[in-house]
């Protein structure tokens, strides 16, 4: 193999630019030359190609975003767009290509790899640990800090004023952020789109609280679940004498300085991806199961959904006693 190709796809993640340093620098290692494909899979449609080497990614480990660029691009559903994207890889004289991103991106990689049999491998990297087969997506720890740190500060209010605090945290349709969050942020109730919520099971239980003497009250409320302004409207209505307030995280938890364990997982899932390449290992994603790192079939990933972690939800309930 003698040049590779690197892209960031869907909704940035910090951390990503710790991955594309990883995926040029052992590429470079092993003399192989790196193309950045620019703003993600319509980048790769519309020939945006940059030519990247040691020094392009210095100064990066430490920066949220991506150096690369990110788009959404709803259009690679389009066979012809793929076909099209496929043709580009080749005329450029790319032989593998390492995929960054989150879900969307994983089916993108799947696509190029089932279809033209290209050599693809994908890392995952979201700030909604959503990706199936790994325990952790690059950029998911930074944004669980990010969140502490604004609960945190959104307790001192709740706490003086003795108020009610709803907090909308991201996460699309899972649930994963809300009870990371929830569960390390003391939450007293996380509402997650896995499971169906009763409105009066929250009232009850905030009634309950109040007579154990808890006169403030944080709920952790995952993004696919609903709105924390409906749900404000809500509760405001059946629990008149309380004082409600909401907060949306949104943008900031995607944001920022990526962490201790963001960095690590990116530089160890970059090096991994191009050594994948090299030993000729296609259509796989990386992953971290426990301490060990994991190389999962694309087609295990694309098809299959990731559950949250249910049991947090009890522990969360006892801790709220
Ligand atoms: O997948 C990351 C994420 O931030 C989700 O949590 C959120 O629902 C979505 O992206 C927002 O997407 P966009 O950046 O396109 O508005």
Do not use: W
């Not at 979201?126 to 604004?150: E, H, K, L, P, Q």
């Amino acid at each position: 193999m003698k040049k590779i190709g690197v892209i960031t796809t869907g909704g940035d993640a910090p951390g990503m630019n710790a991955a594309i340093r990883s995926v040029v620098r052992t590429a470079i290692f092993y003399n192989i030359e790196v193309v950045g494909i620019v703003e993600g899979f319509k980048g790769l449609y519309e020939k945006k190609f940059i030519s990247l080497n040691s020094r392009s990614v210095s100064g990066i480990i430490n920066q949220g975003g991506t150096i690369l660029k990110t788009k959404r691009f709803y259009e690679f559903k389009n066979k012809q767009v793929r076909e099209t994207s496929y043709q580009n890889l080749k005329n450029e004289n790319i032989e593998g290509l390492v995929v960054i991103g989150g879900n969307g991106s994983a089916v993108g990689a799947y696509l190029l790899y089932s279809e033209f049999n290209f050599p693809v491998v994908h890392i995952p990297a979201s700030i909604d640990n959503d990706v199936y087969g790994t325990d952790y997506t690059i950029g998911f720890d930074t944004a669980v800090n990010t969140a502490i740190d604004a609960i945190d500060k959104i307790r001192d209010t709740a706490t003086s004023h003795e108020r009610t605090f709803i907090i909308e945290v991201m996460g699309r349709d899972c649930g994963n952020l809300a009870l990371e969050v929830g569960i390390v942020c003391g939450a007293e109730i996380v509402i997650i789109p896995e499971i169906k919520f009763e409105i009066d099971k929250i009232v009850e239980e905030i009634k309950e609280e109040e007579k154990k003497g808890k006169k403030s009250c944080i709920i952790v409320l995952a993004e696919g679940a609903g709105k924390a302004e409906d749900l404000t409207k809500i509760l405001k209505e059946k629990l008149p004498d309380r004082e409600i307030r909401y907060t949306v995280l949104g943008y900031i938890q995607r944001g920022g300085k990526p962490t201790y364990l963001t960095r690590k997982l990116a530089t160890i899932f970059g090096s991994k991806a191009v050594e994948l390449l090299i030993s000729g290992q296609y259509g796989y994603m990386i992953g971290l199961k426990g301490e060990e790192i994991i190389y999962v079939p694309l087609v295990e990933v694309v098809n299959n959904k990731k559950l949250p972690k249910f049991e947090y939800l009890d522990i969360i309930q006892k801790m709220s006693i």
